[in-house]
Nanobody, 121 residues
Framework: QVQLVESGGGLVQAGGSLRLSCAAS????????MGWYRQAPGKQRELVAA???????NYADSVKGRFTISRDNAKNTVYLQMNSLKPEDTAVYYC???????????????WGQGTQVTVSS
């Protein structure tokens, strides 16, 4: 079965940096768009950044200029470099990907388990 596993979350001081990683594993034929979402307590889950298999990117207005999404197709991994972190960035960050499994020729959407990011002031 296909699964996504995130890593790299933690506690950081305002103005600091963190790098999140998400690795896809299992019987995978192709990975299309990969992205990062976040959810703070009492708030809706929101898109942070996304990247297509062609390299096109989208960012939430609140993180433009501070966060950078990238991917390593050979490793089936997507990254989120987070710089100049603010307390309002505190949330659980979730990896998301559109994947075609090897045994079925259609796209399925997958979610990771989430990783906590806490930014202190």
């Amino acid at each position: 079965q296909v699964q996504l596993v995130e890593s790299g979350g933690g506690l950081v001081q305002a103005g600091g940096s963190l790098r999140l990683s998400c690795a896809a594993s299992g019987s995978i034929f192709r990975i299309n768009t990969m992205g990062w979402y976040r959810q703070a307590p009492g708030k809706q889950r929101e898109l942070v950044a996304a990247i297509t298999n062609g390299g096109s990117t989208n960012y939430a207005d609140s993180v433009k200029g501070r966060f950078t999404i990238s991917r390593d197709n050979a490793k089936n991994t997507v990254y989120l470099q987070m710089n100049s972190l603010k307390p309002e960035d505190t949330a659980v960050y979730y990896c998301n990907a559109d994947i075609v499994p090897s045994n079925w020729g259609r796209v399925y959407n997958y979610w990771g388990q989430g990783t906590q990011v806490t930014v202190s002031s």
